[in-house]
């Protein structure tokens, strides 16, 4: 149990480490969308520009939207598959009723992203006839990574909140020995 | 008991009825919606065109999301304000936890909402350049009506809910005593 207890802790570092490392590069690719944006305000009309505001600051919105209801989704179909004759109808009938309202939402939320792609491309067409080739290539790689960074965030939260709890699982249940 | 019975299935006939109606008015919109964009097709740029049916496509979405994320909010804040001394720290941290996630992606869908009313009044300018008078006051109303619609259909559907869940309750506890 002591082993287990010790690996987990170690996991745990190594994640929270990778945490601070995630962090710094969210900022870092901050900073670089503020370059370019500080470039497109000096070369683009007003309405240009707002839409390149927009469409940035919509971008994590919809990502961690889609994120969250995948996420949900998910933990409700494996609580569905989990399911046993011992279940009560109502319980199983509470979560296939949110199993439905979370497909639908799921849906929406794809086609929000969709939109957003499609924005993607009139923001990147605008300053494709604007900006220098290095700063579309920044503009495209800050876009591409911010997406990706708020992923890879996601994910390492996840596995921090599950190796905790496992954490607290494992201590909890070495503290009534202890009482005994 | 049955006198409850009886007034909870009124009432909920009176809801599924007025669901008709507001059903209908939804299509009605809907038809008003496909002409006034038949109209914006006849006379916009296809990038203008664009915009308007992103914008009216986004507009469903974006306010089912806010509406969705305010009802769990507040349902969570109920839990937490009904929680007493018997409540164990897991379960209000647990709720606490939820309401933390919950407020965040609220402000999340309020912001996509702002930018939403932006690009909204980038549409009627853009639409008022090209419609006459008459359309740009249909397409004026139908976005208008858009977002009541279904503000009024989810809470016309929370209030059936409600009813249903009342009913059933009320059935289920008459169950038993029938038994003894």
């Known amino acids: 149990m002591q082993e287990l207890i010790e690996s987990i802790t170690r996991k745990l570092q190594v994640l929270r480490e990778a945490r601070e490392s995630l962090l710094e590069d969210i900022q870092a690719n901050g900073v670089l969308g503020d370059e370019v944006e500080a470039i497109a305000k000096d070369v683009c009309k007003p309405s240009e520009l707002d839409k390149f505001r927009m469409f940035v600051g919509d971008l994590d919105k919809v990502v961690n939207l889609l994120l969250s209801l995948s996420g949900r989704l998910a933990r409700v179909e494996n609580a569905l598959n989990d399911l046993d004759e011992n279940t009560s109808p109502g319980e199983r009938q509470s979560l296939l009723e949110k199993q439905r309202v979370l497909i639908r939402q799921h849906e929406d939320a794809k086609e929000l992203k969709e939109n957003l792609d499609r924005r993607e491309r009139v923001v990147f067409n605008i300053l494709a ?50 009482g005994k």
């Open 129 to 178: 006839g604007r900006l220098s080739d290095e700063s579309l290539a920044d503009y495209e790689h800050f876009v591409k990574m911010k997406s990706a960074l708020i992923i890879e965030q996601r994910e390492l939260e996840d596995k921090i909140h599950l190796g905790e709890e496992q954490l607290k699982c494992l201590l909890d249940s070495l503290q009534p020995d202890r």
